[in-house]
Each structure stands twice: as structure tokens, then as C-alpha cells.
């Protein structure tokens, strides 16, 4: 029987098995997900139609990686039903397998909203997943109009893989700004003129109300005529296998600091979970590769009978178009500091001594210095506040804390 | 294991540490071919103001974010060593973004760079503490 089963195969699963493997190198270790790939990227899918990485390369992890950690794996098999009493999962085919302790790393879906006439579209896909990605790329021709539905994160990546392989792209988001959960306005005007800038065309504060096979009609009654659809206007956590056996869920499954959900033995991490902002205490779901992994690789540790606590998460960001990189962090609380010089723009937010959050677009050099202020909640008070504001620098730390950095 | 410890009070601020981290990684013979009229663009930086200045590198730290938060598995820990897969890396600057001491830069070909301690180019061992001419910067185990 397996101690250890795995529901995924993404960021948070792989941090569980190299946490698992920290701490027990024997324990059987099972894991099973839906897509039958070799663990991959999930963001790099957007870099393969760019043409930036190969399916090779965009392997997450090395060729030996089931075989070195002894990993059984069962992949293109997709979990039904977990028994939380008689502790198994049960497979699609009827197949029971039993765990010790479970983990369930089961992300996100693309949500895809009602809306009219969406059926009769041909070429309509998603963008979440390698085959999204392959069979998106297999409709695209040199004089392809494309449609994007979506201009958060997922969607701006998708704009950047086609752009160059297409004729036309044509973003369309209710938001009346692009990026709107990691920019402010002036943050989010640099991006869209830039991506305007390489032909994107942008329509916001609009949406579409119906399809009519290749035309998109949209609220404002203006017309878009498309060859192919991608709808990208938000995800769903893959909450169900906790939630219909009772386990404690919001917008997604709620763990503790030890990646434990409310139900004995299953714990999970990465995007289908909620987990505490360390700066503000709020529970929320930071659907992002880094806390995948960490939350992943701290449930493993404890799954295993180690100790591991995972609390220093912010929600973070580090995204890029063409390349024109902006990198946020934590919230947008506070006063503010500000500067825009051409293209560069930095916005730092603080209350109550503490930085709260950023963004840094253009010039991101040595971000991470903001993001550990965020995530150690330092005492602005203790460090040359005026200093670090310029830029990131250590030079802004007493010397006692630089010699702790450098020396020790 | 053996890390780069630096001693802001031996820092003369020369910036020779710069340059020998920008030839070791050239991939060029002579330090004239490597330096001569171009901008370096090194692994080690100096932070220099008001008459203090140190070196920042790499800490190859113990529980390292940016190798957990790499989003392509690029930067892995060999032997302790923070290590960079320039072909794998796709210039994501997610390490950038959890990077406490911002020891990590992006190269010219678009994926990032950061100090491996020479184990991968010519020098074999670290070439700034070999050019640091006031012993600020040394290799060293602790503890
Ligand atoms: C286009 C795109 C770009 C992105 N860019 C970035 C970025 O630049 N930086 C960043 O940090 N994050 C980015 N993300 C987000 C990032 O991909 C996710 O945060 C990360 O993949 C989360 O990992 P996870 O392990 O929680 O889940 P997922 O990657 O969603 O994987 C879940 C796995 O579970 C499997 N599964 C689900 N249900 C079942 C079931 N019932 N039975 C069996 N298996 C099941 C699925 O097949 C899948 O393999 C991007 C996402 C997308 C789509
Ligand atoms: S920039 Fe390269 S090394 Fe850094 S996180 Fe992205 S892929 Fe990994």
C-alpha cells in the first residue's frame, strides 16, 4: 500500500515528493493526474508557441525524476472520489487506491462563463494546459485574426505566444484596465500602449454579447470578426474532491500554515487552495507557481512526519511581454512613493513603518529586496527608508544587518 | 560548505572584483579582449555610497526562493552550489522577485545570470576573491 498519495502533477505535487523525499526516502509514494504528461511548466506553454522553449526544456523537472525519487506514477488517470473513512482514492476506471496521508494538488480550470452563441465558434479554446497550448497552435495560420476573451494574466501570456504567428489580435475584458490584479492604473496605461505598440489591438470596458460563428458581437455593438477564440477570463480551484466530502472550502480548499485541510491525513497546496497573506493575515488563494511549489514542498515535509510551517507567503508576481518585465508584490495598501521616468515605473506602498507592497515596471533590478521587506514585515524605522526607496539596495540596512547578510 | 563572505571593511571599493568576475565568465583567454570598451555586466556587484562600500553575490543560501520559485526548474543546488541552466531559463525574473539580496541579474541573452562560483567557467574558483587585492572578499567555510 502507498504511505504517500499524490493527487497532481504540477509545481505543488513535485514540491511534495522532493519534500517527502527530505524527510522518508522509502515510503511508497503514488501519484496520479489527469494530463498524461511528463511534469511540465504550466507557465511555459505560452513560451512554447512564442517559440522561447521546446517540450523538452519546459519539462519541469529532469527525465529520471519519477524513477530517482521512486516515484510510482499513474499518469492520464484522473481521480473521482476521495474515502476519507476507509482512506482511498478511486480512479475513473473504478479503481481503488489506498493512502496513508494524501495530498491533493489538483489547480485550477479555466472558467468559462455563459455566453451566447459560444457553442456554434469552431476554433474556441483555452489556455491553461499543454494540449490548450499544442491544439491552439495547430489552428493558427499566418492570416489568423485571433480573439482574446481576457486581459489578466493568462490571457496577456496567450496574446504574447500568438502575436507573432498570427494577423490580427484582438483583446476584449470588462476591466477598464489590463492586468487589474497586479497593476494600478498608470502601471496598467504602460503595458497596454506598449502592447498596442506591437499591434494589439485592446477593447475594454466591453465584452462580448454573442457569438455569431466568426464574429464576436460585442456590448458596445461594435463587431469583431475572428478566426479563432481564446477565452481566458478567469479559473476555477479544482475544489470538489475536498469539498463533496465535507472538507472546509471557500473560493477554494482552506489549509493551515501545515498544508493541512480540516479533514485528517489530506492536506493540500498550490492553486485549488487558500492559505494566509503573511503581511495582512487574509486568507486567499495566490495562484502562483513559487507558493505552488513551497506549499507543496511543506506538506510533503509534514506528510513525511517532519516539521515544516509555511508562512511567508505574499501574493507576487513576475510577468513579462516582448520583453518589458514588471515584477509586483503584496498589497496595494498605504501611501504611496512613486516615479515614472519614460518607461520605468516604480510604485512602493507603506503604512505603519512597513512596506506593504510594489510595482516595478521596466527597471525590476534586485525586486526581491522589496519583497523581503514585505515578507519580514521590517521596521522601516530600522532600515534608511529614503535610501531603499530610490532603489533596492542593502546599503540602506545597518551595518550590523549587512554583516548578518554578507559576512555570516 | 565553502561560501563567499565578504568584509565591507576591507572594501577599498575598486571594483576589480567586478571585472575578474566578468572575465571569468567571458569565455575569452585574455582579460583585454574580455573588458577592453565593453560595459560588464557582472555576477558580483559593488553597493558603494559615503565612503562604505561591499560586494553582493550570491549568498547560495541554505533554503534558496529562487530555486524553489524558478518557474522551469533551471536553477537547481548542486552540492550546495546555485546553479543556472541558461538553456532551460526563459527570463521570467521570478527569481529576481524573491531574491533577498538581489544577487541575481539578467544576462544578455535574455535568461538571468548569478555567481556559481566559478565551478563552471575557466577559473575553477572564485575569481573575485582571487582579485580582491585587500582580502574583502574571501572563500570560506564556517561552521
Ligand atoms: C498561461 C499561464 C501562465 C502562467 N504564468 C505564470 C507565471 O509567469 N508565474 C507564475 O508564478 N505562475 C504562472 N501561472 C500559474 C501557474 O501555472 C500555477 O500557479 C501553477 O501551475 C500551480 O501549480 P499546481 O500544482 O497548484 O496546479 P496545476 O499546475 O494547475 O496542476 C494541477 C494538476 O492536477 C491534475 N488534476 C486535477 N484534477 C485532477 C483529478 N481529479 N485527478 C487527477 N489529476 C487531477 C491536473 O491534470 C494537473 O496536472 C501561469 C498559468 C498559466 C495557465
Ligand atoms: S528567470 Fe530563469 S532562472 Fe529565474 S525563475 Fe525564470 S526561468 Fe527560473
Redesign the interface.
Known amino acids: 500500500m502507498s504511505k504517500y498519495v499524490i493527487i497532481g502533477n504540477s509545481a505543488a505535487a513535485i514540491?511534495c515528493v522532493e519534500g517527502i523525499r527530505q524527510v522518508d526516502q522509502k515510503g511508497e509514494i503514488t501519484l496520479i493526474a489527469s494530463e498524461p504528461h511528463h511534469t511540465y511548466?504550466r507557465?511555459?506553454i505560452s513560451?512554447l508557441l512564442y517559440g522561447?522553449?521546446d517540450e523538452q526544456?519546459?519539462?519541469?523537472?529532469?527525465n529520471d525524476f519519477y524513477k530517482k525519487n521512486k516515484v510510482i506514477k499513474r499518469l492520464g488517470e484522473t481521480v473521482t472520489e476521495i474515502d476519507k473513512k476507509e482512506k482511498t482514492v478511486t480512479l475513473k476506471n473504478g479503481e481503488k487506491i489506498p493512502y496513508e496521508k494524501l495530498l491533493v494538488a489538483t489547480g485550477s480550470n479555466p472558467f468559462v462563463p455563459h455566453m451566447e452563441g459560444l457553442e456554434s465558434v469552431k476554433n474556441r479554446f483555452s489556455f491553461m494546459t499543454l494540449d490548450d497550448a499544442k491544439a491552439l497552435d495547430k489552428a493558427l495560420k499566418k492570416d489568423t485574426r485571433a480573439l482574446v476573451v481576457g486581459a489578466g494574466l493568462i490571457g496577456l501570456k496567450c496574446v504574447e505566444g500568438i502575436l507573432d504567428k498570427v494577423a490580427t489580435v484582438n483583446v476584449v475584458d470588462l476591466a477598464d484596465r489590463i492586468l487589474p490584479s497586479i497593476l494600478d492604473e498608470t502601471g496598467s496605461g504602460l503595458v497596454k500602449k506598449f502592447l498596442e505598440s506591437k499591434g494589439v489591438e485592446f477593447h475594454l470596458r466591453d465584452s462580448v454579447e454573442r457569438f455569431e460563428k466568426n464574429k464576436a458581437v460585442l456590448k458596445s455593438k461594435k463587431t469583431i470578426e475572428f478566426d479563432v477564440v481564446v477565452i481566458a477570463v478567469g479559473v476555477r480551484p479544482n475544489i470538489s474532491l475536498v469539498s463533496d466530502i465535507g472538507g472546509k472550502c471557500r473560493r477554494a480548499i482552506i489549509t493551515n500554515n501545515k498544508c493541512e485541510t480540516s479533514i485528517k491525513d489530506i492536506y493540500a497546496a498550490g492553486d485549488c487552495t487558500e492559505s494566509a497573506d503573511c503581511a495582512t493575515g487574509d486568507m486567499k488563494v495566490m495562484a502562483l507557481?513559487?507558493n505552488a511549489?513551497?506549499q507543496g514542498?511543506t506538506a510533503g515535509i509534514n506528510m513525511a512526519g517532519g516539521t515544516k510551517l509555511y508562512e511567508n507567503a505574499i501574493p507576487?508576481?513576475?510577468?513579462?511581454f516582448f520583453?518589458y518585465?514588471m515584477?509586483t508584490?503584496g498589497d496595494y495598501i498605504g501611501q504611496t512613493y512613486e516615479t515614472l521616468e519614460g518607461e520605468n515605473y516604480k510604485k512602493l506602498f507603506y503604512k505603519d513603518n512597513r512596506l506593504m507592497g510594489y510595482i516595478m515596471i521596466g527597471d525590476?533590478?534586485?525586486?526581491?529586496?522589496y519583497?523581503?521587506l514585505i515578507k519580514n514585515k521590517t521596521d522601516l524605522a530600522t532600515i534608511d527608508f529614503e535610501?531603499i526607496k530610490e532603489k533596492?539596495?542593502?546599503?540602506a540596512f545597518s551595518?550590523k544587518k549587512?554583516?548578518e547578510?554578507?559576512?555570516? | 560548505m565553502k561560501r563567499i563572505y565578504v568584509n565591507e571593511k576591507w572594501c577599498l571599493g575598486c571594483h576589480l572584483c567586478e571585472y575578474y568576475c566578468a572575465f571569468a565568465n567571458s569565455g575569452k583567454d585574455s582579460m583585454v579582449k574580455a573588458l577592453k570598451n565593453v560595459t560588464i555586466n557582472p555576477r558580483i556587484r559593488i553597493e558603494e555610497r559615503g565612503g562604505i562600500s561591499f560586494a553582493v553575490s550570491c549568498r547560495h543560501c541554505e533554503e534558496p526562493l529562487c530555486t524553489k520559485s524558478c518557474i522551469t526548474g533551471a536553477l537547481t543546488v548542486n552540492d550546495g552550489v546555485i546553479q543556472i541552466d541558461k538553456d532551460k531559463c526563459v527570463g521570467c525574473y521570478t527569481c529576481i522577485l524573491t531574491c533577498p539580496y538581489g544577487a541575481i541579474v539578467p544576462s544578455e541573452t535574455g535568461a538571468i545570470q548569478k555567481c556559481e562560483l566559478c565551478m563552471n567557467n575557466s577559473a575553477g574558483k572564485p575569481a573575485c576573491v582571487a582579485g580582491c587585492p585587500n582580502k574583502a572578499i574571501v572563500f570560506e567555510e564556517k561552521e
Open positions: 514540491g511548466s507557465p511555459l513560451y522561447k522553449t526544456k519546459m519539462k519541469y523537472r529532469p507557481l513559487p511549489y513551497m514542498e507576487m508576481n513576475a510577468i513579462g520583453g518585465h515584477i508584490a525590476v533590478m534586485r525586486a526581491g529586496i519583497t523581503s535610501l533596492p539596495q542593502l546599503m551595518k549587512r554583516s547578510f554578507l559576512a555570516k
